[in-house]
């Protein structure tokens, strides 16, 4: 859990441009800022000359080029990335992750992922439409992070996002501690909406409720466990449909301390 710790207490990167973003991306993961996903964006700040970074390398991290193309003349559609040359694991917390099927020749989001056929992505992305880029941002191992950008075909910008390694900017996070080091809450906010993986830890910082929001509801199934186990104590059920609202959430089932299943509801659990 100390992982997730680090993710969410050293904050979000920021800046007043995508430049300067792209720049940015170059440093070490060793020496990120101190900024609290709630905090305000600051003014950028005069800063020392960068050495020279090492090629395709990004947070220290190797990678190797990739692109994809699709359509022809005028509605080419080119994607330039980075993919991981040695595997690394995801952040088991983050929902939404990219990586680039070596079969297909496609990027994919979420779904199964095998290191054997794929690749996480990690570093700059660019999507290009002829000569206008309509989308740009950049990952890391698999997860949207700094600045992400959208334009229309006529270079208009019709969507701006910010996440810091996955997690939408606007998330919501409480600390059981003033020194911002303990995880009590994570809600994720997304367009003022909740949406995405939800947590609550406990002081000892094991996971104590998990389940996911789609569009502002609680969705599939959401998981209570006993403190200081993995092991669940009750697994409540929710409509899978953010918008079905004549399906009422339930008790799916319970178990003991010692994993022992002690309830079930006979309804069918997707």
């Given at each position: 859990?100390?992982?997730?710790?680090?993710?969410?207490?050293?904050?979000?990167?920021?800046?007043?441009?995508?430049?300067?973003?792209?720049?940015?991306?170059?440093?070490?993961?060793?020496?990120?800022?101190?900024?609290?996903?709630?905090?305000?964006?600051?003014?950028?700040?005069?800063?020392?000359?960068?050495?020279?970074?090492?090629?395709?390398?990004?947070?220290?991290?190797?990678?190797?080029?990739?692109?994809?193309?699709?359509?022809?003349?005028?509605?080419?559609?080119?994607?330039?990335?980075?993919?991981?040359?040695?595997?690394?694991?995801?952040?088991?917390?983050?929902?939404?992750?990219?990586?680039?099927?070596?079969?297909?020749?496609?990027?994919?989001?979420?779904?199964?992922?095998?290191?054997?056929?794929?690749?996480?992505?990690?570093?700059?992305?660019?999507?290009?439409?002829?000569?206008?880029?309509?989308?740009?941002?950049?990952?890391?191992?698999?997860?949207?992070?700094?600045?992400?950008?959208?334009?229309?075909?006529?270079?208009?910008?019709?969507?701006?996002?910010?996440?810091?390694?996955?997690?939408?900017?606007?998330?919501?996070?409480?600390?059981?501690?003033?020194?911002?080091?303990?995880?009590?809450?994570?809600?994720?906010?997304?367009?003022?909406?909740?949406?995405?993986?939800?947590?609550?830890?406990?002081?000892?910082?094991?996971?104590?409720?998990?389940?996911?929001?789609?569009?502002?509801?609680?969705?599939?199934?959401?998981?209570?466990y006993y403190k200081n186990s993995t092991r669940s104590k009750r697994i409540i059920q929710y409509p899978d449909d953010p918008f079905d609202e004549e399906t009422k959430p339930y008790i799916w089932r319970e178990y003991n301390r010692r994993g022992k299943l002690i309830y079930e509801n006979k309804k069918k659990s997707t």
């Amino acid at each position: 859990m100390k992982a997730i710790y680090f993710l969410l207490a050293i904050g979000l990167s920021t800046g007043v441009g995508f430049a300067q973003e792209e720049e940015d991306v170059f440093q070490s993961i060793n020496t990120p800022p101190t900024i609290n996903l709630n905090e305000e964006e600051e003014s950028e700040e005069v800063k020392p000359k960068k050495k020279k970074r090492k090629k395709n390398v990004y947070y220290g991290i190797k990678t190797r080029k990739q692109f994809t193309k699709s359509g022809y003349g005028d509605k080419e559609v080119l994607e330039l990335f980075s993919v991981l040359k040695e595997h690394q694991d995801k952040n088991p917390y983050i929902r939404d992750y990219y990586w680039f099927d070596y079969q297909k020749r496609s990027i994919r989001k979420g779904g199964k992922f095998d290191p054997s056929k794929g690749a996480l992505l990690h570093g700059p992305y660019t999507k290009r439409r002829g000569d206008v880029v309509i989308e740009q941002g950049i990952y890391f191992l698999g997860a949207k992070h700094g600045r992400w950008t959208k334009h229309d075909k006529y270079n208009i910008l019709v969507d701006k996002e910010k996440y810091y390694k996955g997690w939408p900017k606007e998330s919501l996070v409480s600390y059981y501690d003033q020194d911002k080091e303990k995880i009590k809450e994570l809600i994720p906010v997304e367009y003022g909406e909740n949406e995405g993986n939800y947590y609550y830890f406990a002081d000892n910082g094991m996971v104590a409720v998990r389940g996911e929001y789609k569009f502002g509801s609680k969705v599939g199934k959401w998981v209570e466990y006993y403190k200081n186990s993995t092991r669940s104590k009750r697994i409540i059920q929710y409509p899978d449909d953010p918008f079905d609202e004549e399906t009422k959430p339930y008790i799916w089932r319970e178990y003991n301390r010692r994993g022992k299943l002690i309830y079930e509801n006979k309804k069918k659990s997707t």
